[in-house]
């Protein structure tokens, strides 16, 4: 039976988490073989913080597997939460819009590119017609009301939903193959269509907008083809995609109360 | 920021007009509140939930100046200035119903700019704890009955301990001893900030309200305090043994005799007036003036 016991200050410090190594090795060695160490440890432990901080782990929030996506490439965890929080990035969403893009590109490859091609933004444009906004975001009237700038939330998930969608709409391209980069003429009406539908939705909600604008581009495309994945069509679009940023900027302090439409 | 005395001015409203479409919700509407319970009454549609948006920063109105702390609440700076002093429970609080009560108010702590997590928990357990939900903090909300529901967001509404509650119906769903626990919570409150309370309850507005503020059609009819409320009634309530065509309100109570509000006939016996046969009084005398 071993004489030497772990001073005062080491178990004090052992129990407090501050010990170091090796000290902290040897203390623990001892201690699982010392029973009067052990009940001296015992006593020094804070067990109402212990408890404390048990129960903080245990009712503490979960994140899910795109909050933990998020965290880990470096996103703070409460911008993870407030980005999560719209239905466009959660996993059921995500598989879905997965599962459609892989069966419009297999249709593409079958028949036209343009299927491809024309819903891939629509997809976007679903996505962010239901990130934020009255009627979508049970906590609208909260956020718009908070320190917290409504227009930032509703742009941080719009890069959010749009960064998600690219990257799925990229690794769909892989079952369209032979076009080369016109294949990725998706990206500048997603921009585009996005753009529009937050200009418009201060007047008439996310919704009618999405609705609005996603009906003009499958007209568009119906009556037009291929011609907005050409050259000139997507210098169009990217014209009209810088053009309506500046415009959606200026507008910023609109987001920052309820619109009309939500005092009805 | 507390308020340290009943006249230190926490909101003014001056001259605020709001319309929308042909509608105008509020009319000239201009109040002040002090630290204390204000409560605002009035008929459905009279403005109270647009007037509370307005106060909230939540819609900007057509005309007129709010002011909160010293900052103009309607624009610039001094707008976040006041949301960061708010606490605000909306009339139809919406929900991430997938999320847990725990979760809704710590996803409300960080809209409130509350970024460090230990913190933030630590926050979300005390409101919770002074709503009374400590043992439902890990229930999803979908799961949790009305009143509960109304306990979460008035726990979310307390994140950051707000210098200015606004609190739109927050006694609605709740049965009577709730009611009683969320009337000691607010009373305390109350001692060092300024509670802006919409309700229908005249018994909140009787047994919590320094002032009250009777808002109809948009404008202001009455402010005061609710006894002043009350005695607008004020040899107005009379009781007979049977139902007087003619009178304001007619009813028979538990006791088999009629109450009644309005001019009584000479010699009937009169009651002392509360706050109910005031309000009635007043809405009474605001049509009898319309009609003119």
Redesign the interface.
């Known amino acids: 039976m071993t004489m030497w016991h772990v001073p005062d200050d080491d178990l004090r410090a052992y129990a407090g988490r501050g010990l170091g190594p090796p000290l902290l090795w040897s203390t623990e060695t001892h201690v699982l073989s010392c029973s009067r160490c052990r009940s001296r440890l015992t006593s020094l432990v804070a067990v109402d913080d212990g408890w404390a901080r048990l129960d903080?782990a245990?009712?503490?929030?979960r994140p899910g597997p795109v909050e933990r996506l998020l965290i880990g490439v470096g996103v703070?965890?409460?911008t993870a939460?407030?980005l999560t929080?719209t239905p466009a990035l959660r996993l059921s969403w995500l598989i879905a819009v997965a599962v459609t893009l892989a069966l419009t590109a297999l249709l593409a490859k079958a028949f036209t590119p343009v299927v491809f091609l024309g819903a891939a933004p629509l997809l976007t444009l679903v996505g962010v017609a239901v990130s934020f906004g009255p009627g979508v975001?049970?906590?609208?009237?909260?956020?718009?009301?908070?320190?917290?700038h409504a227009f930032r939330l509703l742009l941080l998930r719009c890069v959010a939903v749009l960064s998600v969608n690219t990257l799925l709409c990229a690794a769909a391209t892989v079952f369209v193959p032979g076009y080369g980069l016109a294949i990725a003429g998706w990206f500048l009406p997603s921009l585009a269509l996005t753009v529009t539908t937050l200009l418009l939705s201060p007047r008439l909600g996310p919704v009618w907008a999405a609705i609005l604008v996603g009906s003009a581009w499958v007209t568009t495309i119906t009556w037009a083809g291929m011609v907005p994945f050409t050259t000139a069509g997507q210098l169009t679009l990217l014209a009209a995609a810088a053009v309506l940023s500046v415009l959606l900027a200026r507008r910023a302090a609109l987001f920052?109360?309820?619109s009309?439409r939500r005092?009805? | 920021m507390t308020l340290t005395s009943a006249t230190d001015v926490a909101v003014r409203a001056d001259g605020v007009v709001l319309r929308?479409?042909h509608t105008t919700?509020l009319d000239g509407v201009s109040l002040s509140l002090g630290a204390g319970v204000t409560g605002l009454l009035g008929p459905n549609g009279a403005g109270k939930t647009?007037l509370l948006?307005v106060i909230?920063?939540?819609?900007?109105p057509d005309a007129g100046d709010v002011s909160a702390f010293g900052h103009d609440a309607l624009r610039g700076p001094g707008?976040?200035e006041v949301?960061?002093r708010?606490g605000?429970l909306?009339q139809d609080?919406?929900?991430?119903?997938s999320?847990?009560a725990?979760?809704f108010v710590?996803?409300?702590a960080?809209?409130?700019?509350?970024?460090n997590?230990?913190a933030?928990?630590?926050e979300v357990?005390r409101v919770l704890a002074l709503v009374g939900l400590d043992a439902v903090?890990?229930k999803r909300i979908r799961a949790l009955s009305g009143g509960m529901r109304q306990r979460v967001a008035l726990a979310?509404a307390l994140v950051g301990d707000p210098a200015l509650l606004i609190l739109d119906e927050p006694t609605v769903g709740l049965d009577p001893e709730q009611r009683m626990r969320f009337r000691e919570l607010f009373a305390d409150l109350a001692e060092d900030r300024a509670v802006l309370l919409s309700t229908h309850q005249t018994e909140d507005v009787m047994s919590l309200c320094r002032t009250v503020v009777v808002l109809d059609q948009g404008r202001v009819r009455f402010t005061g305090t609710p006894t002043d409320l009350a005695g607008l009634a004020a040899g107005r309530v009379w009781t007979s043994d049977s139902r007087v065509p003619g009178a304001l309100a007619s009813w028979r109570t538990g006791s088999g005799a009629y109450r009644h509000v309005g001019d009584p006939p000479p010699s009937a016996p009169l009651l002392d007036p509360t706050i109910e046969d005031g309000y009635l009084t007043l809405v009474d005398l605001r049509a009898t003036e319309a009609q003119r």
Request: glycine share 2%; proline share 8%.
């Open positions: 903080a245990l009712d503490a929030p703070p965890d409460h939460r407030l929080a975001d049970p906590t609208y009237e909260l956020t718009v009301t908070s320190p917290v920052d109360v309820l009309d005092l009805r | 929308y479409g919700a647009t948006r909230a920063t939540a819609v900007r707008r976040l949301r960061r708010l605000y909306p609080p919406g929900f991430h119903r999320f847990t725990f979760e710590d996803y409300v960080i809209l409130k700019e509350l970024t997590r230990s933030r928990h630590a357990r903090r890990t979310a």
